[in-house]
């Protein structure tokens, strides 16, 4: 798969991040393919393709979950992602601004494959989002397709 190809799916309800981690992936082109979700609810039916609103949408490469998130939260919707056959296998890294060290740890343990906190600075964040798109985007090599 070309990294262009790489269909990420954001899971954030903050509009200021939704904009400035698209701006931050733009500006080091990596945008590829983005699709927001605003709460846990619209990830879910996003990422298990249910509903008539997510018809002709692709299912996700690569998640970056927020967890305090509207209607469901992050960790429920991990959760759900981590213990399917057909979705455990996504990459899923939390994208918070989350400090506390429960959130963590249980982040990890239900399957997360990465955790950042989100720096308030803008030129830190998009330096984060460069090495976050550097590292899935282009050298991680994702299971193959026929998996999935």
């Known amino acids: 798969m ?12 903050n509009p200021d991040d939704v904009e400035l981690t ?3 992936f733009k500006k080091h082109n990596l945008a590829n393919h983005i699709t927001v979700a605003r709460d846990g609810e619209e990830a879910l039916d996003i990422i ?8 002709g949408r692709l299912k996700p490469d690569l ?3 927020d967890l305090k998130l509207p209607k469901i939260d992050g960790m429920e919707v991990l959760k759900q992602i981590k213990k399917n056959s057909e979705t ?9 601004s989350s400090k506390e060290e429960n959130d ?3 982040s990890y343990l239900l399957g997360a494959n990465s955790y950042i906190r ?6 830190n964040f998009t330096g984060v989002v460069m090495q976050l798109g550097l590292y899935w985007l ?5 299971p193959p397709q026929k998996q999935r």
Do not use: H
Request: zero cysteines; proline letters at 8%; hydrophobic letters at 50%.
């Open 2 to 13: 070309r990294p262009e190809d790489i269909k990420i799916l954001l899971i954030e309800d």
């Open 22 to 24: 698209l701006r931050a």
């Open 48 to 55: 298990f393709q249910r509903g008539k609103e997510v018809s």
């Open 63 to 65: 998640i970056l979950l």
């Open 88 to 96: 455990k296998v996504i990459p899923v890294i939390i994208l918070t």
């Open 104 to 106: 963590l740890a249980e």
């Open 118 to 123: 989100k720096p308030v600075n803008f030129e």
């Open 138 to 142: 282009l050298i991680n090599e994702p």
